[in-house]
């Protein structure tokens, strides 16, 4: 653990035994709430799926792309197969399952990594996990974003904190490691909000927790609302401020796989402030050094 929170380079090297970078990958998956099942707009943040930072071509060629990507920075790293753009249990069963095991076929893949919604998690897919499970070291992500419906509903997320809570007690009973994505700064929370998403999240104990910032991307409906004057992105202070004060009300052993979020320069129109990661980490570990505070110093039970 390092001083002040559970990182996930910490957790990687005491797991693996060496550094592990993620390798993003797109195997052509849509959503619910994209492809007319639940909607076809999407969640009002959402400009296609997070599939920005990956290639194109089989997953053998995708993976290939990464490593030599990762390689370049991290000679000795392992891969974890990042099944990212779009929801990654949604479809065809034998096509999912076929690229699930074919990731566990090529050299240094350490582990697997599939994001998902929790509505997109039905008994067949359970199982299929559960076998993967079996085989690697895998982590299934799930966008919760927020506990607080009313805000899930404005930003037609698709799905209410109770299909949260079952998909996620469906997963722990199978043993399946947990990671849960959480957004700051969403159209009409308040601090008390946050910290409550952080405080409820916290006693269900995730394995690991994703904790982004709120990007307003090019072409997206909160673009318009952001023009309009009816969103307004947090500041990075407000953000670093937030964010502490979550760290402490969440279990010391969750990993925390992520500080802020990640957006495309070039399709990022605010906050700027957030294309220098390295800034918004460096603000929270020195504010929660100036506080005095670290992840679980309020966690309770």
Not at 169 to 186: E, F
Not at 271 to 296: E, F, T
Request: glycine share 8%; hydrophobic share 40%; with cysteine.
């Amino acid at each position: 653990m390092s001083e002040r929170y559970y990182t996930a380079s910490a957790y990687y090297l005491s797991k693996f035994g060496r550094p592990v970078q993620k390798a993003v990958l797109d195997i052509g998956c849509t959503c619910p709430n994209i492809d007319g099942t639940i909607s076809s707009g999407g969640c009002l943040f959402c400009d296609g799926g997070s599939g920005h930072f990956t290639h194109p071509g089989t997953v053998a060629r995708q993976l290939e792309q990464e490593r030599q990507r990762i390689r370049a920075s991290v000679p000795d790293a392992g891969l974890i197969a990042y099944f990212q753009a779009h929801t990654n249990t949604y479809g065809n069963l034998a096509y999912l399952r076929r690229c699930y095991l074919e990731t566990l076929e090529q050299p240094d893949v350490v582990g697997i990594s599939i994001g998902t919604r929790p509505d997109c998690l039905p008994a067949e897919i359970l199982s299929l996990l559960e076998e993967i499970a079996e085989k690697t070291s895998l982590t299934v992500e799930l966008g919760l974003q927020t506990v607080h419906d009313k805000t899930a509903c404005f930003f037609h997320r698709g799905y209410d904190f109770p299909a949260f809570v079952q998909a996620f007690s469906a997963l722990r009973k199978r043993g399946i490691r947990i990671c849960v994505h959480i957004i700051n700064g969403l159209p009409g929370e308040m601090d008390a909000d946050m910290l409550e998403t952080a405080r409820v999240l916290g006693k269900m104990q995730p394995d690991g927790i994703k904790i982004h910032l709120l990007h307003i991307l090019k072409g997206t409906p909160l673009e318009q609302l952001w023009k309009s004057g009816k969103v307004q992105p947090l500041s990075m202070a407000e953000y670093v401020q937030i964010t502490a004060a979550q760290l402490a009300l969440l279990p010391p052993e969750t990993v925390i796989e992520r500080l802020t979020g990640d957006g495309a320069a070039d399709c990022l129109a605010a906050p700027l402030w957030s294309l220098d990661k390295l800034a918004v980490r460096n603000a929270i570990a020195q504010h929660l050094k100036r506080a005095g505070s670290w992840q679980g110093k309020y966690f309770s039970k």
